[in-house]
């Protein structure tokens, strides 16, 4: 830490997306938590599940960050969403 | 020597399945293979003489309009949306009624452009979890080496790989694939795309086939246009080569009289085409892939070469190589067709299911986070003694 | 069912809230508005062929539930996608009448000290 004044990530954004079963849910935020997405200083997501919904707690230094995060994050819900529908 | 038997294929099969992924550049491939358990696999050395049975071989390519190159984030969006249309189609091609019956799941982990490997990873991992399947991540290059062994079966060649996205020349040596030449700038699949756009010629079915096509139509093969040959010892350069012919290019479509060596001083005719500046670029990157691959070959002291990654399809490619196969000692080219040269998915699966058999699964899910950057020399290559 | 939703704020907006509505088209759709292909390959004549896969129907034709949820996120994707952008923009136009501003009232006091005709009146700027 260089001792400057640390970003706060001020913008924020929470997200439900329920799913049929806990489990679904599950190996949604399994497959999600991974991957970085931009910068850690900029940007921070977290993920939980409660019974079968996911959760995702987005926070951002500005709007148009929290944009990019949170469109591409929804992108991957929505791949996790279309392949446990045919595959299950 | 070497045990490829070493993890058995799961559920008392008499053989394995894997599936395998791949997207780092504009093409989807999905597929799905089989290798038998053999008994010779115990204690050898034959990790291309798997007896591969391939079972789907789906890829769907991401073309953009004349004058346009790919950029990430449509490559990405082309990917997550066939993703799971791609998968469905293999397994009912390949007449998989229950997947969870593979054995493993293969990926490419890198190298290649980032949104699109990623789309790919997230169906990777839903699947593993839904299927119970463990995962396996692939360096892409390794991919196409393992599928040009065991397709052509070259014993010990040196591998040229030439692709939009790499191009280097291999040997392998105690147990990693090394990297005896490479580009010092961009690919050269990359800059004969690049100057593809420069002429604004059709991205489909590829800009390099395109190119190849056009260069056949020269009529002045004895003229060639000279371009700047920039081998450095092992390696070679090309943006150098690109900037020129480019130049030339626009020199030619603005009626630069002043060009000399395109238009005729006295008359203003036009001397050269763009079908003649197709085959001298052709002949002179060619030129120095032969040369630095022929350096190789003394180092290692082959007289077998093996051309992977989608510039090997080149048909011009492989006879300049082959002759000078020919002149040391009487060797070899081997070379793959469009079905595995041209990125798939049956080559992730090839080099995955190879690494799973000796054991090397993912653990953590962690660990599966793709990379842009993934050197071939950083896979240690176990299958092999 | 439950539906998709959410919830954002900001040190501007104390809570703004999205949520499905059913039956309007933008929830019943895989191909959402702010998802499309780049303007610069639209505009490079791209026709799209790379939309997302059709809902998947169960056996009475209808969306299974997580093709609901698919496209109920793929609507409310396009609704914070749209509600962030303008916010964006707000604020840049904010920033701009604040420049504006700014600029309008340096004019205005070097008009106020003089030192308009004179080359020589350096001294009279403040």
Known sequence: ?88 | ?385 | MSEVSATYSSPEVEKQLFTVDSSLNRYNTTNGSTTGPSAYVLQAGQIDKDKPAEAKLNNDGEPTFLSKVRMQLTGLQDDINEYLTHRMETAKNKKLKQDDELRIKTEIDKLLDGGEEDDSDEDNTK
């Open chain 1, 1 to 88: 830490m260089k001792g400057a004044r640390e970003n706060q990530l001020l913008h924020v954004l929470h997200l439900e997306v329920p799913f049929e079963t806990a489990q679904q849910a599950q190996i949604a935020s399994k497959v999600l938590t991974p991957d970085p997405i931009l910068k850690p200083q900029d940007f921070h997501v977290q993920y939980s599940c409660k019974h079968s919904v996911l959760h995702l707690d987005f926070e951002s230094i500005d709007d148009r960050v929290l944009r990019v995060g949170v469109s591409s994050v929804i992108e991957s819900v929505k791949t996790i969403l279309e392949t446990i529908d045919e595959f299950k």
């Open chain 2, 1 to 385: 020597m070497v045990n490829l038997n070493k993890v058995p294929p799961r559920h008392r099969k008499q053989y394995y399945l894997a599936l395998g992924l791949e997207g780092s550049a504009n093409k989807l491939g999905v597929g799905i293979i089989k290798h038998p358990l053999l008994p010779q696999h115990a204690d050898s050395d034959l990790s291309h003489h798997c007896e591969l049975q391939i079972l789907a071989n789906i890829r769907d390519t991401y073309v953009t309009p004349p004058g346009e190159g790919f950029l990430p984030r449509d490559t990405a969006r082309h990917h997550r949306n066939w993703a799971v249309r791609l998968v469905k189609k293999a397994l009912q091609e390949a007449g998989i009624k229950d997947p969870t019956d593979l054995d493993t799941i293969c990926f490419t982990q890198g190298p290649g452009m980032g949104a699109p490997l990623h789309s790919v990873v997230v169906m990777a991992r839903t699947l593993s979890l839904l299927w119970d399947v463990p995962l396996v991540g692939v360096n892409h290059c390794v991919g196409h080496i393992e599928m040009g062994r065991e397709i052509t079966k070259a014993e010990n060649p040196v591998v040229l790989y030439v692709s939009g996205g790499n191009t280097q020349v291999i040997a392998y040596s105690e147990n990693r694939y090394r990297i005896f030449g490479e580009t010092l700038d961009i690919a050269i699949g990359n800059c004969l795309d690049r100057f593809a756009r420069t002429l604004k010629i059709p991205n489909e079915p590829s800009p390099g086939y395109n190119i190849e096509q056009l260069a056949l139509k020269c009529t002045n093969k004895d003229q060639l246009v000279e371009l700047p040959y920039t081998v450095k010892g092992m390696d070679l350069s090309m943006s150098g080569i690109l900037g020129y012919v480019d130049s030339l290019a626009k020199d030619l479509f603005n009626k630069n009289t002043k060009n000399k060596l395109l238009f005729d001083p006295q008359t203003g005719q036009q001397l050269v085409t763009v079908a003649d500046l197709c085959y001298s670029l052709q002949e002179n990157l060619f030129a120095m892939l032969v040369e630095i691959t022929e350096r190789a070959m003394a180092h290692v002291n082959s007289n077998q070469v093996l051309i992977v990654g989608g510039v090997g399809c080149n048909v011009r490619l492989q006879e300049m190589m082959a002759s000078m196969c020919r002149d040391r000692s009487n060797g070899q080219v081997h070379a793959t067709d469009e079905r595995f040269c041209i990125d798939n998915g049956v080559m992730i699966a090839q080099a995955g299911l190879l690494q799973y058999r000796m054991g090397d699964a993912v653990q953590d899910i962690a660990d599966t986070v793709v990379t842009q950057k993934f050197r071939t020399d950083e896979v240690y290559v176990a299958w092999r003694e």
